[in-house]
T-cell receptor, first 113, second 117 residues
Framework: GEDVEQSLFLSVREGDSSVINCTYTDSSSTYLYWYKQEPGAGLQLLTYIFSNMDMKQDQRLTVLLNKKDKHLSLRIADTQTGDSAIYFCAEKERGDSWGKLQFGAGTQVVVTP | GAVVSQHPSWVICKSGTSVKIECRSLDFQATTMFWYRQFPKQSLMLMATSNEGSKATYEQGVEKDKFLINHASLTLSTLTVTSAHPEDSSFYIC?????????????FGPGTRLTVT
């Protein structure tokens, strides 16, 4: 199958910006997603980007997509302690009619005061 | 909107027994639901795709006779872990795909923690 890779850990100070990176291998991906998982909970969809877009901004979240390098990033501005969680990137394949997602391993973000 | 619930949120059962987990889309219809398994500090592993009114499609390596999936209505899918063993202990998460055109997004349930003793 296709691979989605993420760095496993990120520590950031409260108030700073966080940048979480993700690389994927499937060039036919149509949608790319960022999900947030808090301890013991399910996944919360944060944002997504179409493969024909370069950037998407939604309040404190900015998603950048570099299709040439198959690189996706999520920037969280003014990071708060409530942003501490695991962040998963995921891709949806163009040819999959059911909309199956391929997830990365997740990046644990720890926000320190 | 777009709320998915799971029941129970946690369950403890004895080896050899069966346990059923429900996944419901509360405010939308979902012809397709997905069942995932997540081990501690790991990513989600897709177990099967559940389609309303038809048999589920299982991923390679997932035993369909052990993990029975039923998608009887547009808002409910169930996963039954049969003859549970301690190695089945895990966090099970479902997601439901909103079938409305343009939306087609997956929304995740809060997960069910299964512990087999």
């Amino acid at each position: 199958g296709e691979d989605v890779e993420q760095s496993l850990f990120l520590s950031v100070r409260e108030g700073d910006s966080s940048v979480i990176n993700c690389t994927y291998t499937d060039s036919s991906s149509t949608y790319l997603y960022w999900y947030k998982q808090e301890p013991g909970a399910g996944l919360q969809l944060l944002t997504y980007i179409f493969s024909n877009m370069d950037m998407k901004q939604d309040q404190r979240l900015t998603v950048l997509l570099n299709k040439k390098d198959k690189h996706l990033s999520l920037r969280i501005a003014d990071t708060q302690t409530g942003d501490s969680a695991i962040y998963f990137c995921a891709e949806k394949e163009r040819g999959d009619s059911w909309g199956k997602l391929q997830f990365g391993a997740g990046t644990q973000v720890v926000v320190t005061p | 909107g777009a709320v998915v619930s799971q029941h129970p949120s946690w369950v403890i059962c004895k080896s050899g027994t069966s346990v059923k987990i429900e996944c419901r889309s509360l405010d939308f219809q979902a012809t397709t639901m997905f069942w995932y398994r997540q081990f501690p500090k790991q990513s989600l592993m897709l177990m099967a795709t559940s389609n309303e009114g038809s048999k589920a499609t299982y991923e390679q390596g997932v035993e369909k006779d052990k993990f029975l999936i039923n998608h009887a209505s547009l808002t409910l899918s169930t996963l039954t872990v049969t003859s549970a063993h301690p190695e089945d202990s895990s966090f099970y998460i479902c997601s439901a795909r909103d079938q409305r055109p343009i939306v087609y997004e997956q929304y995740f349930g809060p997960g069910t923690r299964l512990t087999v003793t």
